[in-house]
């Protein structure tokens, strides 16, 4: 695990990896390695001692707390600072401005995007798969933000050769910003094309002021010793996008 460089001092973000020391074995093949997902019939209480494991790692920069949520691809936001929720927060964006409160996102193709201020003061974590995206997940989190958030990272996500996708997800987002037909190229059958997820939340992240965009040049799908990969198996693990200040 590697923490994202070139942030505001005492923020750090980063993404879990297949491997982890910490990881423990599994009697599911498919499921071998640093699994975070508690939905993907994995054994809970393995899913749970690997989370607690992050959360070991992150108490060396004074993380006291780590928030989850039950993901459904949508565009809803929460801010969560003092009160931690008994049940999981459904939704796919997380904000805090609280030291020492990790934010966590799974994936395993879809984009996720962290955000945050100059000044270190402020985080932002979010799942984007593409009905997210198109949906405005960034918009939602960014309108969530109590200040305007200066730079973003982008972890790991499917890229454009290994996401096909029919005519009508073009249309959702060119008909939304019609300037995104230049993330789509056509398909090998007709009525297909190959979508640009990072092309896409640049292009998002930009028009709402996020100038700085890190990430965004890998692949889960063509990268297995590094990541979980829903299209490529679609039995598999979650790997866990993380952001907090120390």
């Known amino acids: 695990m590697q923490f994202?460089?070139?942030?505001?001092?005492?923020?750090?973000?980063?993404?879990?990896?297949v491997h982890h020391k910490k990881a423990l074995p599994s009697?599911?093949?498919e499921l071998a390695g640093f699994n975070l997902a508690l939905h993907v019939n994995d054994d809970q209480q393995r899913v749970q001692r690997h989370r607690m494991a992050l959360l070991e790692d992150f108490s060396v920069h004074g993380v006291r707390k780590i928030?989850?949520?039950?993901?459904?691809?949508?565009?809803?936001?929460?801010?969560?600072?003092a009160?931690?929720?008994?049940?999981?927060?459904?939704?796919d964006g997380l904000v805090t401005q609280i030291a020492?409160?990790?934010?966590m996102m799974m994936t395993a193709d879809c984009l996720p995007v962290v955000l945050g201020n100059a000044e270190g003061t402020e985080v932002a974590n979010?799942?984007?798969?593409?009905?997210?995206?198109?949906?405005?997940?960034?918009e939602a989190t960014i309108d969530e933000m109590k200040n305007p958030p200066s730079w973003a990272w982008l972890g790991a996500a499917i890229c454009q050769d290994n996401f096909e996708i029919g005519a009508e997800v073009k249309q959702a987002f060119c008909s939304k910003y019609p300037e995104l037909d230049s993330a789509f190229k056509a398909g090998l059958k007709e009525g297909k094309f190959y979508a640009d997820l990072y092309a896409i939340a640049r292009y998002i992240l930009v028009l709402h002021g996020v100038n700085t965009v890190l990430g965004g040049d890998q692949c889960s799908y063509?990268?297995?010793?590094d990541f979980f990969s829903y299209r490529r198996e679609s039995?598999?693990?979650?790997?866990?996008?993380?952001v907090f200040m120390a």
């Open 4 to 17: 994202v460089q070139g942030l505001p001092k005492g923020v750090y973000a980063g993404q879990t990896r």
């Open 235 to 242: 039995k598999t693990g979650r790997m866990a996008t993380f």
């Open 83 to 91: 009160e931690m929720p008994f049940d999981a927060l459904e939704g």
């Open 126 to 138: 979010l799942h984007a798969g593409w009905r997210g995206l198109a949906g405005g997940i960034i």
């Open 27 to 29: 009697e599911i093949p």
């Open 67 to 81: 928030t989850w949520m039950t993901q459904t691809h949508s565009t809803i936001c929460r801010t969560i600072n």
């Open 100 to 103: 020492g409160h990790a934010l």
């Open 222 to 225: 063509q990268q297995p010793e």
